[in-house]
């Protein structure tokens, strides 16, 4: 089944401890992305990724981290988290990545930092 | 830079009534428009999308949205509400430019949509 992988689903950590959120597709997508989720605020974009070692910032880039060495994988890298990245978290890929590409998006990550 | 406003954060209609979601864009360039539907607990999934050509776009689960230039608007409606429809519903633009708009898909603020029986 074509989809985007994202693990953990829910995790609560602590202020400043280094964490990763996987994501992974088995679509061979070139585009992918990750975004936050705030009540009111829709979704942000945080980073994008065009292609292996492409990557570039989002609208919300501050405190996180990506990597792309391998087409399939995406993790997001948050090297010291504080409360105000208590969000929910989605990865998306998509073919291309063109205006009109439709968007494969993970089950998401709720993520608490206290 | 495109942006995107859903006119009120919740909407509520009785089973068998009009759902009628509203939506207006701002983009300097032709825009791609797209709405999302999260179930709780869940992803977003694709109802439907406005490319290019015919304006009326039909999605799945019988929603529909028309892309109205003159308005910079893409409202989503429904004939008639299921109680399966209870959902946060997002509209999304998308523009083909360059540089950081590269397949970036700007959201609205969302619309949770109850459905009364």
């Known amino acids: 089944e074509a989809q985007v992988t994202q693990n953990p689903r829910y995790l609560i950590t602590v202020t400043g401890k280094k964490l990763t959120v996987t994501c992974s597709q088995n679509m061979n997508h070139e585009y992918m992305s990750w975004y936050r989720q705030d009540p009111g605020l829709g979704l942000r974009q945080i980073y994008y990724s065009m292609n292996v070692e492409v990557t570039d910032k989002g609208d919300v880039p501050e405190g996180y981290k990506v990597s792309r060495k391998e087409k399939r994988n995406f993790p997001l890298i948050l090297e010291s988290p504080s409360p105000n990245q208590t969000s929910l978290y989605f990865c998306?890929?998509?073919?291309?990545?063109?205006?009109?590409?439709?968007?494969?998006f993970g089950s998401g990550t709720r993520l608490t930092v206290v | 830079a495109q942006s995107v406003t859903q006119l009120g954060s919740h909407v509520s209609v009785s089973e068998g009534a009009l759902v009628l979601l509203r939506c207006n864009y701002s983009s300097s360039v032709p825009p791609y428009l797209f709405w999302y539907v999260q179930y709780p607990n869940q992803g977003l999934q694709l109802l439907l999308k406005?490319?290019?050509?015919?304006?009326l776009v039909k999605g799945i689960n019988g929603f529909e949205a028309e892309f109205k230039k003159s308005e910079t608007s893409f409202h989503l409606t429904k004939p008639s509400a299921h109680m399966s429809d209870a959902a946060e519903y997002f509209c999304a633009v998308s523009i083909n430019a360059g540089g950081t708009s590269y397949g970036k898909l700007t959201f609205g603020q969302g619309t949770i949509l109850t459905v009364h029986p």
């Open positions: 998306a890929s998509s073919l291309g990545g063109g205006p009109g590409s439709g968007y494969t």
């Open positions: 406005y490319t290019t050509g015919a304006t």
